[in-house]
């Protein structure tokens, strides 16, 4: 045991070594995934860590939390790499690139952000949701993003450039998650409407409707 709030998200690093949680008593917690032992604890200025995410490395993990930053920190030790700071509302979630030199974040200020993993310096803002941003993530190609949001749409980005690659309509509720296939061909969406769809990712069109959730 070692936190004293509820568990937000919890996370393995890439190469299954370590665990990541992240909660609300203000701290995030890197584990040992084999025995369960406290590896380091990441704690600072924050009331409440909202999510967690190891690097593609395994090296960096970011959090998100209610303050409107996100933050870098060292996997091994807990030190403060980085701190991303622009956001104007919450920062719900935070994910790297796959090269694991960019962090895209997602807030509650309509605007999802680009930054320098190491320096903390904004790169590109990505605006076009008129709700809040609910998640984001990078292609596994690294070129593009995705995010979801609250206004019933997904929406694709060029990830150097910030500009609008094609916007997923048809979700009749707020848009709650958003993943690239392995291949960055499709994403799949996620729904309050009850609904999980596919699309393509180059064009926006529907590939297919997941229906069955109660």
């Known amino acids: 045991m070692g ?23 203000g701290t995030a917690r890197v584990w040992d995934a084999a025995t369960g032992a406290s590896v380091a ?16 490395d395994s090296a960096r993990i970011v959090t998100t939390s209610l303050d409107g930053a996100a933050r870098v920190w060292d996997a091994a030790t ?8 622009g956001h104007t509302g919450v920062v719900i979630s935070a994910a790297f690139s796959p090269d694991s ?7 509650s200020d309509r605007i999802s952000r680009v930054w320098d993993a190491d320096t903390g310096a904004s790169v590109v803002e990505l605006k076009g949701h008129t709700g809040a941003v609910r998640s984001a993530a990078f292609s596994p190609d690294g070129a593009r993003i995705v995010t979801a949001g609250s206004d019933r749409t997904a929406r694709v980005w060029d990830a150097a450039t910030g500009a609008s690659v094609a916007e997923l309509r048809g979700h009749t509720d707020a848009v709650r998650s958003a993943a690239f296939s392995p291949d ?9 409407d009850g609904a ?16 069955g959730h109660t």
Not at 3 to 23: E, M
Not at 41 to 56: D, H, Q
Not at 79 to 84: D, F, R, Y
Request: charged content about 20%.
């Open 3 to 25: 936190h004293t709030g509820r568990v937000n998200s919890a996370a393995f690093s890439p190469d299954g070594a370590r665990i990541v949680t992240a909660a609300v008593d």
């Open 41 to 56: 604890e990441l704690k600072g200025r924050v009331s409440r860590f909202n999510s967690a995410a190891f690097s593609p």
């Open 78 to 85: 807990g030190a403060s790499v980085a701190e991303l700071m």
């Open 101 to 107: 030199a960019r962090i895209v974040t997602a807030g």
């Open 184 to 192: 960055s061909a499709r994403i799949v969406t996620a729904s309050l």
């Open 196 to 211: 999980a769809r596919v699309w393509d990712a180059a064009t926006g069109s529907s590939v297919a409707e997941l229906m």
